[in-house]
T-cell receptor, first 117, second 117 residues
Framework: AQTVTQSQPEMSVQEAETVTLSCTYD???????LFWYKQPPSRQMILVIR??????QNATENRFSVNFQKAAKSFSLKISDSQLGDTAMYFC??????????????FGQGTRLTINP | GAGVSQSPRYKVAKRGQDVALRCDPI?????LFWYQQALGQGPEFLTY????????KSGLPSDRFFAERPEGSVSTLKIQRTQQEDSAVYLC???????????????FGQGTRLTVV
């Protein structure tokens, strides 16, 4: 079974700073997808960024980028020029592409990120 | 609709009471997932539908939990004889693709927070 571990329960930085959230995972699969989701107080999970394991290039989405180290099974999220609206819980998630079956997400425990003014 | 809608947003139930949680997925989305998120934890998979067929219910914690999607659109998660350990946020997610196609993005609702007293 796949497991996802986020070792930082809470993080806090000043506005405009850069912050990196850590995530490690355990799998025997070679092909899979990794995601970072943001969950603000409204509780709605919002996709931030995704990475296909077969792609060597790290994904980027505006201020958000990942450092994907497949051999180390590490998938960290970097937020540049952090903004107050980035304050939320952040979840790392793993998905195994199954042709017949539920392509379910396996989530980590989350990191609570606070951006201070 | 524009997004995944869940109702009610909050539910307080007395221990032993039955509850029903509703999910309206994005129109046209084939796949529908239910997740359970305990306080301070990441979401955990409960069950999966492709259209009206429940293809994976491996995450349902007991036979008190029952889900249906009779017409392939709206889904209801029912919990019978609620217990205190059922207190959690119940998240619904939908995605466009079904079997044989990659579900690379799941859209989540805002969840229902269930408190059993």
């Amino acid at each position: 079974a796949q497991t996802v571990t986020q070792s930082q329960p809470e993080m806090s930085v000043q506005e405009a700073e850069t912050v990196t959230l850590s995530c490690t995972y355990d799998t025997s699969e070679n092909n899979y997808y990794l995601f970072w989701y943001k969950q603000p107080p409204s509780r709605q999970m919002i996709l931030v960024i995704r990475q296909e394991a077969y792609k060597q290039q790290n994904a980027t989405e505006n201020r958000f980028s990942v450092n994907f180290q497949k051999a180390a099974k590490s998938f960290s999220l970097k937020i540049s020029d952090s903004q107050l609206g980035d304050t939320a819980m952040y979840f790392c998630a793993f998905m195994k592409p199954i042709i017949q079956g539920a392509q379910k997400l396996v989530f980590g425990q989350g990191t609570r990120l606070t951006i201070n003014p | 609709g524009a997004g995944v809608s869940q109702s009610p947003r909050y539910k307080v139930a007395k221990r032993g009471q039955d509850v029903a949680l509703r999910c309206d997925p994005i129109s046209g989305h084939v796949s529908l997932f239910w997740y359970q998120q305990a306080l301070g934890q990441g979401p955990e998979f409960l069950t999966y539908f492709q259209n009206e067929a429940q293809l994976d219910k491996s995450g349902l914690p007991s036979d008190r939990f029952f889900a249906e999607r009779p017409e392939g659109s709206v889904s209801t998660l029912k919990i019978q004889r609620t217990q205190q350990e059922d207190s959690a946020v119940y998240l619904c997610a939908s995605s466009l693709a079904g079997f044989g196609r990659m579900n690379t993005e799941a859209f989540f609702g805002q969840g229902t927070r269930l408190t059993v007293v």
